[in-house]
């Protein structure tokens, strides 16, 4: 009987065979893998209370309580929603109430409404634990005006003289760190060197004022730097938002760019919840951020969620209503498509990493093909309020497009055509793959091995038969 259970141990071996393998990213993970979870620390999760002083949860304006504690409890939470990074917001030593870690007094310490240096290595090393890097936000354009740079707010050797001048409450009349110049740039790259010794964080995104800081251009190696000033208007988060913010919308003025490893993201801290607009406009916001997420979670980017997204928080319009997170709030259908596609870009390359080519874009419905590897796949969004097809180009004979949201199935006409037809505000990404249809080989030859098996079984029991005879 032995060979007979091991005959039978083989079988979903051998069943799965032809199952054509994906292609595997090859090499180190890069910034352009990932998928960020954007965390305002005050207002995520409040894991410490002896931290507390001056929390006041009536005043939108006051600290909150959330702190770097509360981060490491709510791990498990985006891990299961499947981001593989987290970006928190300054957590250096701040000035006052300034509970967005905007005006910084010390950027070598940690604020103590925060936690210490020690919670701040506990954060990376329980993220790194479950395999989730940390990025930390690094404003380093400006500074508050009771950091030692600033005792008087001349030209100096740190400061440019002149104050900030923005729209945004948070930055506006700050004094202007002059970045330009090389003590700063030093200063800042022993700053960022420092802060991955002392907690071994995985990179910053430094933000600027209206110039830049020298030799921090996107660096792999050994940290991931970007910069971000608050002086950008985004023109993409703007057209994207404005595409999705309504159905029937047109998709033609989406831009698009071929740089994989720019982060985006729909909702900052600078721009009222996409989720408002949404509401505003009488839309159904599940259904309007299932179609832009998975845009941005398909085109060439790092995608960037903002805390809340999950919920959905809807501010009001007020991008400084920033409300504690509220962890039993979440959507389960929204929860369940930003899971979907984080895995996603975790399983396919050509998500993260392929080449990007517009197929169609019509009438509200934008097709578009990423290939990496040899492997395609192609995202289809239709905004339009009824339902949209088209014709696929360019396809090779007998293959088929499997959709991984809707179970979408396309197969080639018997005209040799392939028509995409796509219901009213839905999105679908399809493995295109070799057509699974009545397949007679693979079957003939799991038929083959089943006649075998039987053939095995019987013999071993009539031999076994006649040994228990004797
Ligand atoms: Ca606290
Ligand atoms: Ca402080």
Known sequence: MKRAIMLLACLPFFLGLPVAAKAEVSGERQWQDESVYYIVVDRFM????????????????????GDLSGIVDQLDYIKELGFTTIQLSPIMQNDGDSYHGFHVSDFQNVEEHFGTMEEAREVVEEAHARDIKVIFDLPAGFVSENHPWAENNDESEWLTGEEVSSEHPWFDQLPQVALERENVATYFNETMDFWKEETGVDGFRIITNDSVLSGTSLQEDPLIKYSSSIEENHPFRKVTRESFNQSGNSLNDLLTEENLSQPHQLDFYDVSRFTHEAVVKGQNPITRWQLALTYIYTVPCVPVVYYGT??????????????????????????????????????????????????????????????????????????????????????????????????????QQSDGSYRLGMERETADVFIVEPNSGYNWLFIGFVGGVLSLFVIAVTAISLKNRKVDKR
């Open 46 to 65: 409040n894991g410490d209370m002896n931290n507390n002083e001056g929390v006041d949860l009536e005043n939108p304006n006051a600290y909150h309580g």
């Open 310 to 411: 999950e919920t959905p928080i809807d501010d009001g319009g007020d991008p400084q209503n920033l409300p504690m997170m509220n962890f039993k709030a979440g959507d389960e259908k929204l929860k369940k498509r930003i899971e979907k596609l984080n895995s996603m870009r975790e399983q396919f390359p050509a998500l993260t990493r392929g080449d990007y080519r517009e197929l169609y874009n019509k009438d509200g419905l934008v097709v578009f093909k990423r290939t990496y590897d040899g492997d395609d796949m192609v995202v289809a969004i239709n905004n339009a309020e009824e339902t949209r097809t088209m014709t696929l180009e360019g396809m090779e004979d007998d293959h088929q497009l499997r959709g991984l949201l809707h179970d979408g199935l396309v197969r």
